[in-house]
């Protein structure tokens, strides 16, 4: 028997709370597998764990949430909605804030993932383009196949020969140089028209910065690491374009700077389709805070190209302002940098804070000085004050999603410390 009003059927409220409790509980022994796991490119820094848990807690919860929000009062229509992920062309739209991503275009050694392509007929994993997948539009290519070498095919190499650089097939015992810089120049084109290009590591002509040049055809001898026949062209192209390999982007702080300049290029080229110079003075306010972020110096001088005193014509305007650009964002922004960059975002929305508020967001900001916490954690506390008190100058800067929050990893194999 039980107390009048009372049911064997447990309420909606109970099962949201049960359910609550079953996901923390996942959390922890997802948290704790992360923290002890062996995986030799996926190492986790252990000082991120609590934003790991944190986020895996808010992501399993979230049917949760609107199940309370159903339970409590009805919500708004439209305050929540993301589209899916093979429309990121689109927008995505988060508790009221509408933020638009574009779609960038980007070459990729067909490798990866794309085809068993390889000299030895096999294809690569790579945790890049898996994660990019949905979110970018690829254009696969394989200079090797494309130069008419088959799959499966003799391995060829970078031999320096006469002061000059060729590419030998031992086993034929010959040379492709020449098909290879046929197959290079085609694909430049197609380049030119991408926001940026993730190639195939140590490769004789997808490698950028580590393929192996020997010195001598039949008894070669090490001599160094450069880039590979197609890699080289690649690099001389890249302008403002995001380029990097797959092994390097494994790397934290190299994936976050690729990710911001692959999605800078991307807005630029839209609107540098239509070259009306409003939409110039409105990329280069929302990017004002991040490219102080990467360098002030190129940054004021970006103000000066917009600002056009010389009365320049539009396409002029738009050229130059391309090349400064890629000055800019050629380097990964410094750490001591982005500190100051985010006291000049708190100022915006210091006034209304309370003195314990205020506390909590500058010890946030020194945590992510010391290195303790990655730099979503502090962008995010940033934009939740924006929203609070409705600051839209400071909710329109990049700075604080510069790209999809769904391509934001935590995890560092600590590989290509040396940026370049």
Not at 141 to 151: F, H, N, R, T, Y
Not at 169 to 194: D, G, I, K, N, Y
């Amino acid at each position: 028997m039980h107390p009048p009003g009372c049911s064997d059927t447990p309420s909606a409220g109970s099962k949201v709370v049960q359910k609550f409790l079953c996901n923390f509980l996942q959390g922890i022994f997802r948290a704790s597998a992360l923290l002890w796991s062996g995986k030799a490119q996926q190492r986790v820094c252990r000082r991120h764990m609590p934003v790991i848990f944190t986020r895996y807690i808010f992501d399993c919860n979230k049917e949760v949430q609107q199940k309370t929000k159903r339970i409590q009062a009805p919500p708004p229509r439209c305050c929540r909605q993301t589209l899916c992920r093979g429309s990121h062309a689109g927008l995505e739209m988060k508790e009221g804030m509408l933020r638009s991503f574009p779609q960038p275009v980007v070459l990729v050694s067909r490798c990866l993932g794309f085809d068993n392509c390889r000299y030895d007929g096999q294809q690569l994993r790579a945790e890049i383009v898996e994660l990019l997948q949905g979110y970018v539009q690829f254009i696969d290519i394989c200079p090797e196949v494309a130069a008419g070498l088959g799959v499966p095919r003799a391995p060829i190499r970078l031999c320096v020969q006469k002061e000059a650089v060729e590419v030998w097939q031992p086993a034929e015992s010959r040379t492709v140089t020449r098909q290879l810089e046929m197959a290079a120049a085609e694909v430049l084109p197609l380049f030119l028209a991408c926001d940026g290009a993730v190639l195939k590591s140590k490769s004789p002509s997808c490698g950028l910065y580590d393929a192996k040049v020997f010195h001598g055809r039949e008894q070669p001898q090490f001599l160094r690491r450069g880039s590979g026949m197609l890699g080289e062209k690649i690099l001389a192209a890249a302008a403002n374009r995001a380029v990097d390999d797959e092994m390097r982007l494994s790397n934290l702080a190299i994936r976050e700077h690729f990710l911001i300049k692959l999605y800078a290029s991307a807005r630029f080229r839209e609107i540098d389709a239509t070259r009306k110079m409003r939409d110039l003075i409105s990329f280069h306010a929302s990017y004002k805070f991040l490219f102080l972020a990467y360098n002030e110096k190129h940054f004021r001088r970006c103000g000066r190209i917009v600002a056009n005193h010389e009365k320049l014509g539009q396409e002029e305007v738009f050229t130059r302002y391309r090349a400064e650009m890629a000055l800019l964002l050629q380097r990964p922004f410094r750490r001591e940098a982005m500190v100051n960059t985010l006291y000049h975002a708190y100022g915006l929305i210091a006034e209304g804070l309370a003195a314990e508020e205020k506390e909590y967001i500058i010890n946030t900001i020194e945590e992510y000085r010391d290195e303790r916490i990655p730099l979503q954690a502090v962008t995010r506390l940033l934009e939740g004050q924006a929203l609070r008190f409705d600051q839209h100058y400071l909710r329109n800067q990049a700075l604080l999603q510069p790209f999809p929050t769904e391509l934001s990893l935590l995890t560092d194999s600590g590989k290509g410390r040396k940026v370049q």
